[in-house]
């Protein structure tokens, strides 16, 4: 009989890594890379704009924004949940106008989680909470793995009818859009794209985060003027500063690419963009799958091409402007 040597799986606590929640967890969560897998997890689309942004007497510890510019809160806490965060998580969301609240602990205890999930049930629908476990693992003395265990999150069915009350009443224009980024949708996360994607709306434009606030990949289904297309949506508070450094690349952006694109055609406007459209019967519903085809590569290929030169983009200046 063949001798299995295993070993020994075993949980691992935050604070043997982390030796203080809010002067080391927090920043650690905060970067780049470690955001990303969180946003992941929650299938939603952020970055962070502050740490430890004061709420009266207390301190938000992450305060993001999703595409649309809107508001994101994620309160950390080391060992199980208690009713002091809870209501903090609240206090938040109310004083900072959040649409979202992400409430991060290494263990939920059964009253906390059926409260979160009482709240998604009965509170606005502009609002939703997720509650989300670390979980910490090791093979005998291997490196720690983390897992993000989203435990409670509104129902798809909730999100997408948030989306629709938001955008206000429903045309048969608008409704088409709806179906059409729906979709879009699909075939983004079908095609993995990216790992999440925002919830389909019955507006001209579906935001796909390029990893930087003040600037996404704002596609468009134009039924009016007959036109889709990929921007790169660039807003005023950056604008000033992140057109012209992407405008000095703007021969080797267009080589990778592959396309000539419109750069600034709108220059009295406040807000900036980059542009590649084309033109598109969107009542020709046959059509769809090769508009959708387009749209889905051009996607990719500006996230390749422009995400990396965003990262980049020095704007030392609006954060001066900020503090």
């Given at each position: 009989?063949?001798?299995?040597?295993?070993?020994?799986?075993?949980r691992v606590k935050a604070a043997e890594l982390w030796k203080h929640e809010e002067r080391d967890f927090t920043p650690w969560l905060a970067t780049e890379d470690n955001i990303s897998r969180l946003s992941d997890a929650l299938g939603l689309e952020f970055q962070v704009e502050a740490i430890e942004v004061p709420v009266g007497p207390f301190s938000a510890d992450i305060l993001a924004k999703d595409t649309s510019d809107n508001y994101i809160v994620i309160e950390n806490q080391f060992g199980k949940t208690d009713h002091d965060h809870l209501g903090k998580i609240l206090t938040y969301a109310a004083t900072l106008g959040a649409v979202a609240v992400v409430w991060v602990a290494e263990r939920f205890t059964d009253e906390h989680r059926k409260a979160i999930e009482w709240l998604n049930e009965h509170t606005s629908e502009d609002l939703a909470l997720y509650a989300v476990e670390i979980e910490l693992w090791q093979i005998e003395n291997s490196k720690p793995a983390l897992r993000f265990n989203v435990l409670s999150r509104p129902t798809q069915i909730a999100r997408d009818a948030t989306a629709i009350k938001s955008a206000g009443p429903i045309t048969e224009r608008r409704k088409l859009q709806l179906e059409?980024?729906?979709?879009?949708?699909?075939?983004?996360?079908k095609q993995k794209v990216v790992q999440s994607a925002q919830t389909p709306r019955p507006q001209y434009w579906f935001d796909v985060s390029l990893g930087r606030s003040n600037i996404v990949l704002s596609c468009i289904a134009n039924t009016w003027g007959g036109r889709i297309g990929v921007r790169v949506y660039i807003g005023n508070k950056i604008a000033d500063q992140a057109l012209p450094q992407l405008e000095a690349q703007r021969k080797e952006i267009e080589v990778e690419i592959g396309e000539q694109l419109k750069w600034n055609p709108f220059p009295d406007k406040q807000d900036k963009i980059i542009v590649l459209d084309r033109a598109a019967d969107l009542d020709d519903r046959q059509q769809w799958d090769s508009y959708v085809s387009w749209l889905v590569e051009r996607v990719d290929k500006f996230r390749k091409v422009f995400g990396p030169r965003v990262k980049k983009l020095d704007l030392t200046h609006e954060a001066e402007d900020n503090a």
């Open positions: 009989m063949t001798t299995i040597d295993l070993g020994q799986l075993k059409f980024w729906t979709k879009f949708r699909e075939q983004l996360l």
